[in-house]
């Protein structure tokens, strides 16, 4: 077995770090690959001169290196030359700059305040043109308003002219008063001088506007008359210019409307149809309301432009909305439009007082009234109440309407001078008939005129109180008369009659008898209340389906029931009178238990009362014709209710007579003998 030798510390070191070298690493493999350019033989000698021939390789290398940055070494030299020369141009140039900074220093101070100076100066200048701007016109401006022709230049310089105008009155709360009253003075001359020419263009511009019948206002009028507003007293007169030539061109058109007609024939003048009023006048009346359409349009769209278009803002600028202006403004309208209107007046109103003068009969009257009514209310609600032409249309309405009347008041007196005499068989007279007939033919041209939308229609109550009354009086006196004629003819009758064969009737007959010759059933009293209640229906009866004549037909009935009810009560009082019952109600109905017995009294004894009782049970149970039916009255339901009337008055008085039969207080022996009939079975008996 072998000895192993030990290594020296430093050796084994050494290979242990050859060992642990990384042969593989860049760096190594690097520096082998150098290595073997220049290491060629392995050799003993070789390995001892490793060392010197690295070292000789390296500085062979640095030599190389040295030679190859000689001409750059150069170059750095030439640069540190130029440099170390611009440092000293640059210290050569901060001495001058200090030098320059010493010796400029008073232009330096001199600069900066010429710089604020010139601040200061720009600022007034700036302030100088505002100024110039606010409360100087431009010659362009002036000569806008002095030399050169309206157009929207003179407006917008008179604008400006009212700004600066305006601007003052601000200046003279300063300290500046002088300069704001000099300024205001100047721009007051500008204003006035530019007004008054401006009222003479718009009067030039409007005489030409009386020149054609359909004008067209152009936008500069427009403006410029907004613009005199502003002086009331200019705007006056181009307004009464305007008026003048708008009245005396209204006046030609209207006459050639009346004689010449339209352009052509047509359409034909209007005095062709003088003929027919209605057409004549409602023709005219017709034109006057075109007429009158077109001159308020022309009018509010010259005078008030801003009533009817907006335009631009420098013609709004001379504009207020304040009411009280408006109100102003309305008025100067009227008055323009009143001055118009007011040439056509007279003629207009001469033509409606010929035709009235020539006596139209009463359904043209009364057409021409409503027609004059309704075109009264629609002329005031666009001309306003006080004017001449609504003054005129209510003053001829007024005249139309008396005319109305007054026929109707001719109808009546003519009426009332020949009453008709009552017919045999106690209908209306034909006077009535034609009286209603018109009534309604009246009444239904008043329910269909027009009315206009600030207007009512006329109360129609007048119209039919002027028809209806006179035909009611006529009836009236003809019921008079013959109710006069029939009470002469009645006592001649009674005087020539005589007495014979009077003692061979009966008490019952005898009271019959004279009873009817003193108050007959069917007397000329009781024909006339029928002939006046068939004339009061006659009337009612066609107005009863028209809510316009309700009031007359109230009246009417109340009328008809005064009659029947005196009516009745006659027929009543003649059929106790003949049973001879009359004179003894009073005591009947007076009777009480206080006072005397019926039965010892003369009048209500049981000998007389009986006589009259049986005539009264005769009466009510005898023919049908006994009791009055009143045939000759025209309506079957007043015939009707006047004979329920009648037999229910009947009734109660029968009541009254046999309560005080059965009353013993009236001493009355045998009462059911005289009562033989109980009050329900006459009520029966009367169908009641």
Same mark, same amino acid.
């Given at each position: 077995?072998?000895?192993?030798?030990?290594?020296?510390?430093?050796?084994?070191?050494?290979?242990?770090?050859?060992?642990?070298?990384?042969?593989?690493?860049?760096?190594?493999?690097?520096?082998?690959?150098?290595?073997?350019?220049?290491? @060629?033989?392995?050799?003993?000698?070789?390995?001892?001169?490793?060392?010197?021939?690295?070292?000789?390789?390296?500085?062979?290398?640095?030599?190389?290196?040295?030679?190859?940055?000689?001409?750059?070494?150069?170059?750095?030299?030439?640069?540190?030359?130029?440099?170390?020369?611009?440092?000293? *141009?640059?210290?050569?140039?901060?001495?001058?700059?200090?030098?320059?900074?010493?010796?400029?220093?008073?232009?330096?101070?001199?600069?900066?305040?010429?710089?604020?100076?010139?601040?200061?100066?720009? !600022?007034?200048?700036?302030?100088?043109? =505002?100024?110039?701007?606010?409360?100087?016109?431009?010659?362009?401006?002036?000569?806008?308003?002095?030399?050169?022709?309206?157009?929207?230049?003179?407006?917008?310089?008179?604008?400006?002219? !009212?700004?600066?105008?305006?601007?003052?009155?601000?200046?003279?709360?300063?300290?500046?008063?002088?300069?704001?009253?000099?300024?205001?003075?100047?721009?007051?001359?500008?204003?006035?001088?530019?007004?008054?020419?401006?009222?003479?263009?718009?009067?030039?511009?409007?005489?030409?506007?009386?020149?054609?019948?359909? $004008?067209?206002?152009?936008?500069?009028?427009?403006?410029?008359?907004?613009?005199?507003?502003?002086?009331?007293?200019?705007?006056?007169? =181009?307004?009464?210019?305007?008026?003048?030539?708008?009245?005396?061109?209204?006046?030609?058109?209207?006459?050639?409307?009346?004689?010449?007609?339209?352009?052509?024939?047509?359409?034909?003048?209007?005095?062709?149809?003088?003929?027919?009023?209605?057409?004549?006048?409602?023709?005219?009346?017709?034109?006057?309301?075109?007429?009158?359409?077109?001159?308020?349009?022309?009018?509010?769209?010259?005078?008030?432009?801003?009533?009817?278009?907006?335009?631009?803002?420098?013609?709004?600028? #001379?504009?207020?909305?304040?009411?009280?202006?408006?109100?102003?403004?309305?008025?100067?309208?009227? #008055?323009?439009?009143?001055?118009?209107?007011?040439?056509?007046?007279?003629?207009?109103?001469?033509?409606?007082?010929?035709?009235?003068?020539?006596?139209?009969?009463?359904?043209?009257?009364?057409?021409?009234?409503?027609?004059?009514?309704?075109?009264?209310?629609?002329?005031?609600?666009?001309?306003?109440?006080?004017?001449?032409? =609504?003054?005129?249309?209510?003053?001829?309405?007024?005249?139309?309407?008396?005319?109305?009347?007054?026929?109707?008041?001719?109808?009546?007196?003519?009426?009332?001078?020949?009453?008709?005499?009552?017919?045999?068989?106690?209908?209306?007279?034909?006077?009535?008939?034609?009286?209603?007939?018109?009534?309604?033919?009246?009444?239904?041209?008043?329910? @269909?005129?027009?009315? $206009?939308?600030?207007?009512?229609?006329?109360?129609?109550?007048?119209?039919?109180?002027?028809?209806?009354?006179?035909?009611?009086?006529? =009836?009236?006196?003809?019921?008079?008369?013959?109710?006069?004629?029939?009470?002469?003819?009645?006592?001649?009758?009674?005087?020539?009659?005589?007495?014979?064969?009077?003692?061979?009737?009966?008490?019952?007959?005898?009271?019959?008898?004279?009873? &009817?010759?003193?108050?007959?059933?069917?007397?000329?009293?009781?024909?006339?209340?029928?002939?006046?209640?068939?004339?009061?229906?006659?009337?009612?009866?066609?107005?009863?389906?028209?809510?316009?004549?309700?009031?007359?037909?109230?009246?009417?009935?109340?009328?008809?029931?005064?009659?029947?009810?005196?009516?009745?009560?006659?027929?009543?009082?003649? /059929?106790?009178?003949? *049973?001879?019952?009359?004179?003894?109600?009073?005591?009947?109905?007076?009777?009480?238990?206080? &006072?005397?017995?019926?039965?010892?009294?003369?009048?209500?004894? $049981?000998?007389?009362?009986?006589?009259?009782?049986?005539?009264?049970?005769?009466?009510?149970?005898?023919?049908?014709?006994?009791?009055?039916?009143?045939?000759?009255?025209?309506?079957?339901?007043?015939?009707?209710?006047?004979?329920?009337?009648?037999?229910?008055?009947?009734?109660?008085?029968?009541?009254?007579?046999?309560?005080? /039969?059965?009353?013993?207080?009236?001493?009355?022996?045998?009462?059911?003998?005289?009562?033989?009939? $109980?009050?329900? !079975?006459?009520?029966?008996?009367?169908?009641?």
């Amino acid at each position: 077995m072998g000895t192993t030798t030990a290594l020296a510390p430093g050796l084994s070191r050494k290979l242990k770090k050859v060992l642990e070298t990384r042969t593989d690493s860049p760096d190594l493999l690097a520096s082998l690959n150098t290595l073997s350019t220049f290491y @060629t033989e392995n050799t003993t000698p070789a390995r001892r001169n490793l060392r010197s021939t690295i070292e000789k390789r390296s500085l062979s290398i640095n030599h190389d290196f040295l030679l190859a940055s000689d001409a750059a070494q150069q170059a750095l030299d030439r640069v540190e030359e130029e440099v170390n020369s611009l440092a000293e *141009c640059c210290d050569k140039i901060a001495k001058s700059l200090s030098n320059c900074n010493a010796t400029t220093g008073d232009i330096i101070t001199t600069t900066e305040r010429l710089k604020q100076e010139l601040e200061v100066t720009t !600022q007034r200048q700036e302030i100088a043109s =505002c100024f110039l701007r606010d409360y100087q016109l431009s010659n362009e401006e002036i000569n806008a308003l002095r030399e050169e022709e309206l157009n929207e230049n003179f407006f917008k310089a008179l604008s400006h002219v !009212q700004t600066i105008h305006a601007n003052c009155k601000v200046l003279l709360r300063t300290h500046h008063q002088r300069a704001g009253l000099e300024l205001m003075d100047m721009m007051a001359v500008y204003q006035e001088g530019a007004y008054e020419r401006l009222c003479r263009w718009v009067q030039t511009e409007c005489r030409r506007l009386g020149d054609t019948d359909n $004008p067209e206002v152009s936008e500069l009028l427009k403006m410029a008359v907004r613009c005199l507003k502003e002086r009331p007293v200019l705007f006056k007169y =181009c307004a009464e210019e305007v008026a003048n030539m708008r009245h005396n061109a209204l006046f030609r058109r209207f006459i050639s409307a009346l004689t010449r007609g339209g352009p052509g024939g047509m359409p034909r003048p209007i005095e062709v149809h003088a003929h027919d009023p209605l057409r004549y006048v409602g023709d005219m009346l017709g034109w006057l309301h075109q007429a009158l359409a077109s001159e308020r349009e022309l009018v509010f769209v010259l005078l008030d432009p801003d009533a009817v278009v907006n335009t631009g803002p420098t013609a709004r600028r #001379f504009s207020t909305s304040s009411e009280s202006n408006e109100e102003k403004s309305e008025g100067d309208l009227t #008055f323009v439009l009143d001055r118009i209107f007011e040439g056509v007046c007279r003629p207009f109103k001469v033509r409606v007082e010929q035709v009235l003068q020539s006596q139209p009969n009463l359904i043209i009257s009364y057409k021409l009234s409503n027609t004059l009514e309704f075109y009264s209310y629609t002329v005031s609600d666009l001309l306003g109440r006080e004017t001449a032409l =609504c003054n005129t249309l209510w003053g001829l309405k007024d005249a139309a309407q008396k005319t109305f009347f007054d026929i109707l008041k001719v109808r009546g007196e003519k009426l009332l001078r020949y009453p008709p005499l009552v017919a045999v068989d106690l209908s209306p007279p034909p006077a009535l008939s034609e009286g209603v007939s018109l009534l309604l033919e009246l009444i239904q041209i008043h329910d @269909t005129m027009m009315v $206009p939308a600030s207007g009512i229609k006329p109360a129609f109550d007048p119209v039919i109180s002027a028809l209806l009354d006179p035909i009611i009086q006529i =009836c009236e006196l003809a019921m008079e008369a013959h109710k006069s004629k029939g009470s002469i003819e009645s006592s001649r009758r009674n005087r020539t009659k005589t007495d014979v064969g009077q003692s061979r009737r009966s008490s019952v007959d005898a009271i019959l008898a004279s009873s &009817s010759q003193v108050f007959p059933s069917k007397n000329n009293e009781t024909t006339s209340k029928i002939f006046i209640i068939n004339c009061l229906c006659a009337i009612q009866q066609p107005l009863l389906r028209h809510d316009v004549a309700s009031d007359y037909v109230k009246k009417l009935g109340t009328m008809i029931d005064n009659h029947m009810l005196s009516l009745v009560e006659k027929e009543v009082e003649a /059929i106790l009178t003949r *049973c001879g019952l009359s004179n003894k109600m009073s005591l009947f109905k007076s009777s009480t238990a206080d &006072s005397p017995p019926l039965a010892d009294m003369e009048d209500t004894s $049981p000998e007389s009362l009986s006589e009259s009782l049986k005539a009264f049970f005769g009466l009510i149970l005898g023919s049908e014709s006994s009791l009055p039916e009143f045939e000759q009255m025209n309506l079957p339901g007043l015939r009707s209710e006047a004979c329920a009337q009648v037999a229910t008055s009947l009734a109660e008085a029968y009541d009254v007579i046999y309560k005080a /039969i059965m009353d013993p207080s009236n001493g009355y022996a045998d009462p059911k003998s005289l009562a033989r009939h $109980p009050p329900d !079975q006459i009520r029966t008996i009367l169908g009641i």
